[in-house]
Structure formats: C-alpha cells, structure tokens
C-alpha cells in the first residue's frame, strides 16, 4: 500500500491526487493525445448543436463533450492514429 501524499498550502493541506490520471498514451505523445480528445469533444458538441437544430429543442447536457471524449479514449473507444509528415 502506498503511502498518501499531500500539498501543504497557506488554507491547509490536502490530498496530492496528481497521480490519480496517467493515461496510457500508445503511440501518441501527450500533445497528440490532447489534440485527439479535443478534436472528438468538438466533434459531439457539433453534433448536439445539429440535433437542436434539426428538432428546435434545447438539449441539457449531463456531461460536457470533453469528458465524454475522455471516457471514450480510456474505454478503448477511441483510437488515434498520427501521421508523421516525412521531410523531402
């Protein structure tokens, strides 16, 4: 069991959980990964703004387009490919 870790700041301390999210990253770097999730986040936005469109009604939103992004990247729902651009 390891032992907790925590930040002492001038209101007290509290729990270090920095840890807590360490993605496995593949083959991507951390900036593609963040490129990947943002891209599939305005993607589900994009989505939800056509469907109010199409049926003129407000959607409420239960979880923001990011972490529904998120959760499908660690659910192995969405994968990311990188083209490396070869130099002449």
């Not at 469907?51 to 939103?61: F, G, N, P, S």
């Not at 387009?65 to 651009?85: C, H, V």
């Amino acid at each position: 069991m390891r032992s907790k870790k925590y930040i002492f700041t001038h209101r007290g301390a509290i729990e270090d959980k920095t840890e807590l999210f360490n993605p496995e990253l593949g083959d991507l770097t951390k900036y593609e990964l963040v490129q990947l999730i943002s891209k599939r986040a305005r993607e589900i936005n994009r989505l939800r703004i056509e469907l109010q469109k199409k049926y003129r009604v407000h959607l409420i939103e239960k979880k923001k387009p990011t972490m529904i992004a998120l959760r499908e990247y660690l659910d192995g729902e969405l994968k990311g490919t990188y083209e490396k651009k070869e130099e002449e």
